[in-house]
């Protein structure tokens, strides 16, 4: 007898368009193909609200909105519950601790955007999204993913530095070595030919360990 197929959620992967969608916020209904137009994305999702890492992940997100702000790049909260849970838990963390999360915050009540973003994952868990952190630049293409699970928070300096790496190596054609921040040396693309790869040993300009290795300062 054949075997059911088994069914494959949907994972979307670096270098994917953004799923496209309409979601309630609590900034009003948002469609992704039209919201922050010629500017980054961070799309991040949490677990639930009024639930203590949470509202430490999403306070951190708030104290750092200027950062994010001067990198050009808007910040979209998403988890699966109401538009009066969110308003609710805003309100009560500025009144307790006197942060506001003034940023859009998806009521993701059907998982429509939990599902298309598999943020659901069901070894985790089925009615929970996880904490993941979607880097969407200005033409709605996917550049970095993050996913962490239920019970460990993110770690606010990678993700900016993630993101500026990402702008960094766009602007410059350039790429990052290990923990790169900003005002370190970047990598130079690696000789494609023979005769780049003479004109690269010949090269003064750039910190050379070999042919295939060289950083220089911007």
Not at 48 to 75: Q, Y
Request: proline residues 6%.
């Amino acid at each position: 007898m054949e075997q059911p197929q088994e069914t494959i959620n949907y994972m979307p992967r670096i270098g994917d368009q953004a799923p496209d969608f309409t979601a309630k916020t609590t900034k009003g209904d948002i469609t992704l193909s039209e919201y922050a137009q010629d500017k980054w994305i961070v799309l991040f999702s949490h677990p639930a609200d009024f639930t203590p890492v949470c509202t430490t992940e999403m306070s951190g997100f708030a104290t750092r909105k200027a950062e994010f702000d001067t990198l050009n790049t808007e910040l979209l909260g998403l988890s699966i519950d109401s538009i009066h849970a969110h308003l609710g838990w805003v309100n009560n963390v500025k009144n307790n601790t006197g942060v506001y999360f003034d940023f859009p915050i998806i009521a993701d009540l059907d998982m429509k955007v939990s599902k298309l973003y598999g943020m659901l994952q069901p070894n985790e868990s089925e009615t929970a999204a996880v904490r993941a952190v979607f880097f969407i630049d200005p033409k709605k293409k996917i550049r970095l993913i993050m996913y962490y699970p239920l019970n460990v928070g993110r770690n606010m300096d990678e993700i900016l530095r993630a993101l500026e790496a990402l702008q960094t190596s766009d602007k410059y054609s350039v790429a990052m070595p290990l923990d790169w921040k900003k005002g370190d040396k970047v990598i130079v693309p690696p000789p494609k030919t023979l005769s780049e790869m003479e004109d690269r040993l010949k090269d003064d300009t750039v910190e050379r360990v070999d042919f295939y290795l060289a950083k220089k300062s911007l």
